[in-house]
């Protein structure tokens, strides 16, 4: 078998391979990397890892030879929590914000994740479609490949679907793969306000079996916080999800310490997201269960609220992934990079710590592992070319955009910052 394409000359290529996913505990501190590398591709799909000019084994003269130029290459990234699609932005709330009134008092006074409901209901299919867009554009010019993205602007049927549906059109048209979370439990509506348990039942029994049905999302959140949805209402909701076929991840311990990581081991959800306030006892039980800890530190920059204890995580052989929580409230941010410079200056992560947390632990929190976040034969050639001599540079310079080039299933998609092609 002869590759379509080889990438020769990688100076330094971070494989992310690993014998056990997620990776924790110091294998989280290892990375595989491999000096004046290449990597071969056939049909998208990574056939050859190898060193110096062994290449020539797998080439004939059709295969495209390109040079890395000596430059660092990693998988591409993955940020596995984004409310990607929604209409309007918040702005307007951010003097309140700085001004110290806290995010879950503007949801009360039917501000926050409630505006942008009223807005998302608004907003035409087409127009969420290009706001989306922009920001899909934004995350695949800083090396992102994958993209989990969450309904929950909503709140009744119709709209969820509009958001998931536009999220479906955005996985045909655009390079970046995207992974479908149905978020309904994200706030109460305003019609329920009194009423949280008849708008409980109408999302366990009306919403879920028709996204269900329409087969809109893989997965299924809740945001389990104080004055949103109570422990007990999440695990009402996530139990039935699981019966329903769902697979799970709950928004957790982002606020209060409410007893959400222990939540989301006793129902083994794929991740538990959030956890600034988890307690040691929930850390310990998540690490058991192998639900692994989406930690998301550009909303702690951007609440101004104390960072996940991370190196207790990591101490205590829980998994963790990083991603963006890119959203119109909490963190208005699609820079994933900048999410990994927070995991360093914030989080206290190592940088080999943090691209484990960005490639292959982010695919474990999609349930994508043996598809994507390393580079090893069988997995979707999806890789960055990063302008940069090494890992820990790329967490050191901070507040820019490293990517020099992007692959997407072995397509040069990204060359100098530049989108190439939307197919
Ligand atoms: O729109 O505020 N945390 N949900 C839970 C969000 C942030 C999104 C928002
Ligand atoms: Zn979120």
Known sequence: MKADLVIKNIGKLATMRSKNTPVVGKDMNNVEILEDAYVAIKDGIFIEIGIGENYKNIVNFNTEINDAQGLLVTPGLIDSHTHLVHGGSRENEFSKKISGIPYIEILKEGGGILSTVKSTKEHSDEELYSKAIKSLDRMLELGVTTVESKSGYGLEIDTEIKQLKVAHQLNKTHPVDLVHTFLGAHAIPIEYKNNSKKYIDILINEMMPKIKELELAEFCDVFCEEGVF??????????????????????????????????????????????????????????????????????????????????????????????SDYNPGSCPSENLQFVMQLGCLGLKMTPYEVLNAVTINAAYAIDRQNEIGSIEIGKKADLVVFDAPNIEYLMYHFGINHTKQVYKNGNLVVDDKVILSKI
């Not at 939540?263 to 307690?279: E, F, T």
């Not at 800890?293 to 207790?312: C, E, G, I, M, V």
């Open 230 to 323: 109570s422990i007990e209402e999440s695990e009402l909701i996530l139990s039935k999800a699981k019966e329903m076929g769902f697979k799970l991840k709950i928004h957790a311990d982002e606020i209060e310490s409410l007893g959400g990581a222990e939540l989301s081991a006793k129902l083994k959800c794929i991740s538990a997201d959030h956890l600034m306030a988890a307690s040691e006892e929930g850390i310990d039980m998540m690490a058991k269960n192998k639900v692994i800890a989406n930690l998301l530190p550009a909303t702690s920059f951007n609440l101004n609220k104390p960072y996940a204890n991370a190196r207790k995580m990591i101490d205590s052989n829980l998994g963790i992934a990083l991603s």
